[in-house]
C-alpha cells in the first residue's frame, strides 16, 4: 500500500509553501529518512524527507507550484504498484487546509486580506482559493483576482501569476486618458510607457529564485519604510582575540567551535540593554518596546541571505551562545532551519568582514530599529597612550557600522549604542 507524501507544517505561521525541486524522479528508489524534495516559503528553504523506504511512484504537484499545508505532494509505494487516484487525497487535503488558520507569512503579521482567504470552486470548476501571500499581493496592487490566468491545480491562482501578471502590466503601455481641452501652456507632461525588457544578442534572463525575489522584495520595502542612518566606530580586539585563544582548545574538547560572533552577540546583548530604544519598532502609534532581545544572526548562503534568531541571547552566556550560533548557521546552510526559527528578531547582527569587507552600510531588517555590520579584523600600526607617551602598536581592528531607523533614533542615540558595542568587545570575554 503507498503512503502519501503531503506538504509539511514548517512552522506555526507557514500555512503554504512552494515545490522548488524535486530530488527523487518517479521510479527512484528511495530510503527512509532520505530526502525527497525542496519546500520553498518565504522564509526558508527546507528538505522533506521521505517517512517510509520504497519507490516514488508519483508526483501529484509540479516543480514551482505553491499548495496549502497537507495538500498531497506524491506517493511512495512498492516498486510496480498502481498509484491510486489522487482525487480523494487532494479533497482531503484541501478541506485540511480550509480548517487551518489564515494568518499571513509575509512579516508574521496577521492581515484582514489574509485571514477571509478560503477554499472555494467557482461553476466554471476553477479553484477560487486564495493563499494568504496571493491575497495580500492582489490588495497592495489593487488588482481583480477573475482578471487573472491561474496556473494552479484546478486553476488556482498562485504567486507566481500574480507576480507575472504584474510584470507583464508594467511591460505594457499604460492606456492614455482622453485629455480635456485646455490651453497649451497647462497641458501636463505624460510619462513615457514602460518599455518591455529588451536585451542585446551576448545577455541572457536569468529568472529570479523565490529567496533572490523574497529578499529583494524585503529590502525595497525596509528602504521605503524608514529613513536609514549609518554611524561608524572602530574597535581594537586584542583582548578578545586573547581571550577566544584561551578558550578555544577548552571549547573544542568540547565539541564546539569558538567564533567571533558569540563576543558581537553578547556586545549587541549589552548595548541592547543600556539602550533599549534600538530594540524596538516604530509605529504610528508610538515606538514599540520589546523587552525580550532575539538577535537575529545573517547567515549567507549560495543563493542569497537567511537571518536565523537567537531568542533570549540576554539570557545565555558565551558557551550557550557558541552553541547556538553553530548550531543556526549549520542548520541554515543545509537547509533544515524550521520558518519560525527566522521570524521573532528584535535586533539583527550581521558579519559581512568573513568575506574581506572592512564596513559596509546594512539594510534594516524591518519592523526592527537597528542592524551592526562587523567588518573584517585587520592587524594594521595604531596609535596607543600608555602613561602619557604615545607609541605605534599592532593591534586587530575592526570597522563596526551600526545603521538605525532616524525616526525611533538620532545621531546621539546611536552612537551611544555603537560606544557600549565597542566598550563590551574590548573589555575581551
Aim: aromatic share 2%; glycine share 8%.
Amino acid at each position: 500500500m503507498s503512503t502519501d507524501i503531503t506538504m509539511p507544517q514548517l512552522g506555526e505561521s507557514v500555512t503554504e509553501g512552494t515545490v522548488g525541486r524535486w530530488l527523487k524522479q518517479p521510479g527512484d528508489e528511495v530510503k527512509r529518512y532520505e530526502p525527497l524534495l525542496e519546500v520553498i516559503t518565504d522564509k526558508v528553504d527546507s528538505e522533506v524527507p521521505s517517512p517510509v523506504s520504497g519507490t516514488l511512484l508519483e508526483i501529484v504537484v509540479p516543480e514551482g507550484e505553491t499548495v496549502r499545508v497537507g495538500t498531497l505532494l506524491a506517493r511512495v509505494g512498492v516498486a510496480g504498484e498502481t498509484a491510486e487516484s489522487s482525487a480523494v487525497s487532494a479533497s482531503a487535503g484541501a478541506s485540511a487546509a480550509a480548517a487551518s488558520t489564515g494568518a499571513s507569512i509575509g512579516d508574521g503579521k496577521a492581515t484582514s486580506t489574509a485571514t477571509s482567504a478560503a477554499v472555494a470552486t467557482e461553476s466554471n470548476g476553477r479553484n477560487s482559493y486564495l493563499s494568504p501571500v496571493v491575497a495580500r499581493l492582489l490588495a497592495e496592487h489593487q488588482l481583480d483576482v477573475s482578471q487573472i490566468n491561474g496556473t494552479g491545480q484546478n486553476g488556482r491562482v498562485t504567486k507566481q501569476d500574480v507576480q507575472r501578471f504584474i510584470t507583464q502590466r508594467q511591460a505594457q503601455p499604460a492606456p492614455q486618458p482622453v485629455a480635456q481641452p485646455a490651453p497649451p501652456q497647462q497641458a501636463a507632461p505624460q510619462p513615457a510607457p514602460s518599455a518591455p525588457l529588451e536585451l542585446p544578442e551576448d545577455a541572457e534572463l536569468v529568472p529570479l529564485s523565490p529567496m533572490r525575489r523574497a529578499i529583494a522584495d524585503h529590502m525595497l520595502k525596509s528602504i521605503r519604510t524608514a529613513p536609514h542612518v549609518t554611524t561608524v566606530m572602530e574597535v581594537d580586539l586584542s583582548a578578545l582575540m586573547a581571550d577566544r585563544a584561551r578558550r578555544k582548545e577548552e571549547l573544542a574538547r568540547q565539541g564546539i567551535r569558538l567564533t567571533l560572533t558569540p563576543y558581537f552577540v553578547q556586545a549587541v546583548v549589552t548595548a541592547l540593554q543600556q539602550v533599549p530604544v534600538l530594540n524596538g519598532s516604530f509605529s504610528e502609534q508610538g515606538i514599540v518596546l520589546n523587552h525580550r532581545i532575539h538577535v537575529g544572526m545573517a547567515v549567507a548562503l549560495d543563493e542569497g541571505l537567511i537571518v536565523p534568531v537567537i531568542r533570549d541571547a540576554d539570557e545565555k552566556n558565551l558557551l550557550g551562545l557558541a552553541r547556538t550560533v553553530n548550531d543556526l548557521a549549520e542548520r541554515a546552510r543545509t537547509r533544515r532551519l524550521k520558518p519560525d526559527e527566522t521570524q521573532g528578531g528584535t535586533f539583527t547582527l550581521t558579519n559581512h568582514g568573513t568575506t574581506g569587507s572592512l564596513f559596509a552600510t546594512p539594510i534594516i531588517n524591518q519592523p526592527q530599529a537597528g542592524i551592526l555590520g562587523v567588518g573584517a579584523v585587520v592587524k594594521r600600526p595604531v596609535v596607543i597612550t600608555q602613561n602619557g607617551v604615545d607609541a605605534i602598536a599592532i593591534k586587530p581592528m575592526c570597522y563596526l557600522s551600526l545603521t538605525f531607523d532616524h525616526r525611533i533614533a538620532d545621531g546621539a542615540v546611536g552612537d551611544a549604542f555603537l560606544a557600549a558595542v565597542v566598550k563590551r568587545l574590548e573589555q575581551g570575554g
